[in-house]
């Protein structure tokens, strides 16, 4: 998978990667799982902060820091396989490995000011300050450009914000969060600034806690009620805030899509241990034709979902554009991971329902990934409006 | 939607916790004059759900005198909440939930 774009075969070197990936998952965070509550979101401290070492002595933390700013400075198509190992076990889909291998803040802040940088980024990238991304609203989460009725008014050297928030992940433990708020009531998407809003001013709520199917990263809703934001913290340009949100998005959707395969393929791992194993009527239920077709199904959608995705990152890191081919990537591999789980179910019978095994949890959160980062209606509107030109929409 | 646990209080005795479900949820358990002294939850490697981990906590809570359950799959989101609900309205977590490896936001509640 190098600059090639028809090479499928992994170089030695992401063989390497992916193989000592797998070891750390299989060795070290699988065991730890196993003695965990089965929807648990975070590994014991003492247990994260070694295995954060060894991460950072194998050379991987910190994956998506781009190199300039002290990341290890990995291709994507290698981050991409690498988080496909990644999520390969009960809570991967949402906490892959625990959050082991660090996080490089809101992609976002790498174009902020060098003030904002100091401010936020940086101590980001130390561990020290936790962002979260405010987008969603309760008036829609798919059209955000339109939805959004969060207000910024100008007071002087200041801007006052009203408004709420849904679905926010994060946001109860960050000291800081982008906030997106509409600046010019006429202008729809062109009328939307995005502003860094430190959690600790006055008129920052978190209400309360939403839950969902997702045992981890719960979301929240935020309250602002005039909430003053300095001029300095205006992320890019007034009313330009929404090209900041939407390249975020289009990003965000490969190590998406990678997360749902590797899930899909420990899903199918198990499927088929579990046929080999299990006798039904006198015979392995392997031997079934309506479980070898449901296997062959299986197998066919990780791997139309692996090579769409791949191929987005192959896109992406070439900087060409890549829109429509992460969106694709996202598409397939969230519906094909619910349909792999599923089966995988099926074929486990009443323990496939169990909180014995990983596949509820899988099953209940890979439901949400048809919807999070944008629905699969949505990632089918930006393909159209790709493939038939701006007129048709 | 409420967020905070406020059904009634039922006298905690062994009678009682045994007429519990076996359902996952979260709990609270008080001492005589209310005052939530652990707050927990029943989850996925609970031998019997609620009725053994609300057991479990009577055993450590020799105090209390009184609980109460919510039956919840999102039994660990929800009892994350009530921590935090306990935090915002009494600046600190309950007495058996002090220690507790576990790292919390911050909420502020209507």
Same mark, same amino acid.
């Given at each position: 998978m190098g600059g090639n774009n028809?090479d499928?075969? *992994? ?24 003695? *965990? ?38 291709d994507?198509? %290698? ?14 889909? !949402? ?24 401010? !936020?980024? !940086? ?11 405010? *987008? ?30 849904? $679905? ?35 008129? $920052? ?7 969902? *199917? ?14 003053? =934001? ?84 192959q896109?992406?890191e070439r900087?060409?554009? $890549?829109? %429509? ?6 598409? =397939? ?17 009443? !323990? ?42 | ?23 996952? @949820? ?13 707050? @927990? ?7 019997? @759900? ?48 002090? @220690? ?11």
């Amino acid at each position: 998978m190098g600059g090639n774009n028809m090479d499928l075969e *992994l170089s030695d070197e992401q063989k390497l990667i992916v193989a000592q990936v797998r070891r750390l998952v299989r060795e070290e965070i699988l065991p730890l799982e196993a003695k *965990l509550d089965p929807d648990a979101s975070e590994l014991l401290p003492e247990d994260f902060a070694r295995l954060s070492a060894k991460v950072k002595e194998m050379g991987f933390w910190g994956l998506d820091i781009p190199a300039e700013y002290g990341g290890p400075g990995i291709d994507l198509v %290698t981050r991409t396989l690498m988080a496909i190992e990644m999520a390969q076990h009960r809570a991967g889909l !949402y906490a892959p490995c625990y959050g082991v291998f660090g996080g490089a803040g809101l992609a976002q802040l790498y174009e902020a000011n060098e003030d904002q940088k100091q401010r !936020y980024l !940086y101590p980001t990238l130390r561990g020290e300050k936790r962002g979260f991304f405010g *987008l969603t609203e309760p008036s829609g989460g798919s059209d955000p450009a339109r939805a959004i009725q969060t207000r910024a008014v100008r007071d002087g050297s200041d801007w006052v914000l009203n408004g709420s928030k849904v $679905f926010i992940s994060g946001a109860d433990r960050a000291q800081y969060g982008l906030v997106f708020a509409r600046t010019d009531a006429g202008k729809g998407r062109d009328g939307v600034t995005c502003f860094i809003v430190d959690t600790d001013m006055p008129g $920052f709520h978190v209400r309360r806690i939403i839950h969902t *199917l997702r045992s981890t990263n719960y979301a929240t809703e935020l309250q602002f009620e005039d909430l003053r =934001v300095p001029q300095a913290n205006v992320l890019g340009e007034v009313n330009r805030g929404f090209a900041i949100a939407n390249d975020r998005l289009s990003r965000q959707r490969i190590p998406y899509a990678a997360a749902c395969i590797g899930i899909a393929v420990k899903a199918q791992e198990m499927a088929i241990d579990y046929a080999k194993l299990r006798d039904t009527f006198g015979a392995k239920l392997a031997t079934r034709q309506a479980i070898q077709w449901m296997i062959v199904d299986n197998e066919i959608d990780i791997r139309t979902s692996l090579w769409l995705t791949l191929a987005a990152a192959q896109k992406a890191e070439r900087g060409e554009p $890549f829109r %429509t081919d992460a969106a694709m990537a996202k598409l =397939v591999a969230s519906e094909a991971g619910g349909r792999v789980v599923d089966r995988a179910m099926q074929i486990h019978g009443g !323990y496939g329902m169990t909180k014995d095994l990983p596949l509820e949890r899988w099953y209940r959160e890979m439901r949400i990934r048809r919807v999070g980062e944008g629905p699969s209606e949505v990632q089918r509107l930006i393909m159209a409006r790709d493939l038939l030109g701006g007129s048709f929409h | 939607m409420a967020i905070r646990l406020d059904k009634p209080w039922t006298p905690l005795g062994a009678e009682a916790v045994q007429r519990l479900p076996g359902q996952l @949820g979260v709990f609270q358990l008080a001492d005589g004059e209310g005052r939530i002294l652990e707050i @927990g939850y029943a989850g996925g490697r609970s031998l019997f @759900g609620l009725r053994s981990a609300v057991e479990e906590a009577r055993q450590r809570q020799p105090e209390a005198r009184r609980f109460r359950v919510e039956i919840t799959m999102q039994y660990q989101t929800r009892y994350r909440e009530l921590l935090m609900l306990h935090v915002a309205d009494h600046g600190t977590l309950p007495p058996g939930n002090r @220690g507790e490896p576990i790292k919390l936001g911050r909420l502020s509640p209507l």
